[in-house]
């Protein structure tokens, strides 16, 4: 009974180990690959402030894409904090393997060592005949001569035990030095990263003490922009309710009903698969790091000021080309005194809008598809960047239309 059990503890603690490290390694790649992708965004964010910096002009644009980065530079720290974390339950587990292993051998061993014992005090081959031939017929001596032969046989297998436990505990004790020495290796990169954070912190404050002498021309700005994003949405607001009307009347020469927002099977179908797509959509711009998010953020240096935010803002490289988010049609260019050209796109039920166009590429009623360009994006005076503005809407019948979250919608890289 002692010889299974030693047996069976042997196949659990290897084959559980095994689940422990399969788990481990799955949750390890899911790290590697979120620490790769905040890499990127920071490797992205330092060329779009290697370009602003180039106009030796401190600016708002400059705080933002430095907040994104201390963002995701404090992300990559939790990240890598999540890694070791993991790398240190990997220990724990591997010793804990190693040590039952251990205790296995010993017992596997031991009883190896017993055996060894009892068959030197009966190594006489005359006491083994002897034995054979007191037996009190056939059947008998038969079954002693195979007692001898499997007791050979169960020496043999033990000691092929003892080698094979032997051979796993360097395995998982080379696992364990691999483990530790990856450990090591994070634990070099996390304070790196911790160093490089505490530097461009320093930097934003700097920054921020540069910007906090220009508040009367901040808050100018902002009262600017407050003005700007209003002619938009209520531009926004009017074109959907004009679409709303069209669809009514259309509705109405066909005797269909005019109530909500009627729309046509292929317009069903295509708003459908627009809220299929939902967190799947493609970003309006190829490359690019999002610096003020949907909703109401705080002002990044004016005390007590929140701005309200209809969509997000994302910065690229200058004069980059924006690109539709999904199959639709134009419904509307429109021509913003400062704010260059919008242009508004309509998919079943939902409308994409798209801010900051210096040249634009499509017209009024044209049919765009995913990832067509719809044109070239301004670059700001004193900036050597360009922004993108980007706005879902949904379209409601019986009232106004609702503003949707953007980051909700496009794909999480």
């Known amino acids: 009974m002692n010889r299974y059990f030693i047996k069976n503890v042997f196949l659990l603690v290897v084959l559980f180990g095994g689940v422990l490290l399969n788990a481990s390694a799955q949750s390890k790649k899911s790290l590697q690959n979120k620490k790769k ?90 006491n083994k005949l002897m034995f054979l031939f007191s037996a009190d017929n056939f059947n008998q001596a038969y079954k002693r001569l195979n007692y001898f032969q499997q007791y050979a046989r169960y020496r043999q297998e033990q000691a092929e035990r003892i080698k094979k436990q ?18 090591e290796g994070l634990l070099k990169a996390e304070l790196n990263e911790k160093n490089t954070l505490a530097s461009e912190k320093s930097k934003k404050e700097s920054v921020v003490s540069s910007l906090k002498g220009k508040e009367k021309e901040l808050r100018a700005q902002l009262e600017k922009n407050r003005k700007d994003q209003k002619k938009i949405n209520d531009a926004i607001q009017r074109m959907i309710a004009e679409e709303i009307r069209k669809a009514r009347e259309a509705a109405a020469k066909k005797g269909k009903s005019d109530k909500g927002f009627p729309m046509t099977p292929e317009a069903i179908e295509l708003s459908n698969s627009f809220t299929a797509n ?5 970003w309006p711009v190829t490359e690019g790091i999002i610096v003020s998010k949907f909703g109401n953020n705080p002002h990044p240096t004016l005390p007590n000021v929140t701005v309200e935010n209809y969509g997000i803002d994302i910065s690229t490289k ?26 508004l796109l309509k998919h079943g039920e939902y409308f994409t809008t798209y801010t900051y166009f210096k040249e634009v590429f499509v017209n009024t009623g044209d049919k765009v598809s995913t990832k067509q360009d719809l044109g070239t994006l301004i670059i700001e005076n004193g900036e050597n960047t360009s922004n993108m503005h980007f706005e879902i809407w949904k379209a409601q019948g019986q009232g106004k239309p609702v503003k949707l979250n953007p980051s909700s919608w496009i794909y999480k890289n």
């Open 37 to 126: 992708k905040l890499q990127q965004e920071i490797q992205y964010t330092n060329k779009l402030l290697e370009e602003t910096e180039k106009t030796k002009k401190t600016s708002l644009n400059q705080l933002q894409q430095l907040n994104k980065k201390i963002s995701s530079r404090e992300k990559l720290i939790q990240t890598i904090e999540q890694e070791i974390k993991l790398l240190n339950d990997s220990i724990q587990n591997q010793v804990s393997t190693v040590d039952s292993l251990e205790v296995n051998l010993t017992e596997l061993k031991a009883e190896y060592a017993e055996m060894i014992r009892k068959a030197y005090k009966n190594r006489s081959d005359y």
């Open 278 to 282: 939902k967190g799947k959509l493609p």
């Open 318 to 343: 200058k004069g980059n080309v924006a690109r539709a988010a999904f199959d639709g049609t134009v419904s509307k260019v429109l021509n913003v005194p400062g704010l260059g050209k919008v242009v």
């Open 166 to 183: 032997q051979s796993e505990i360097d395995k998982q004790i080379k696992i364990l030095e691999a483990i530790r020495k990856s450990n």
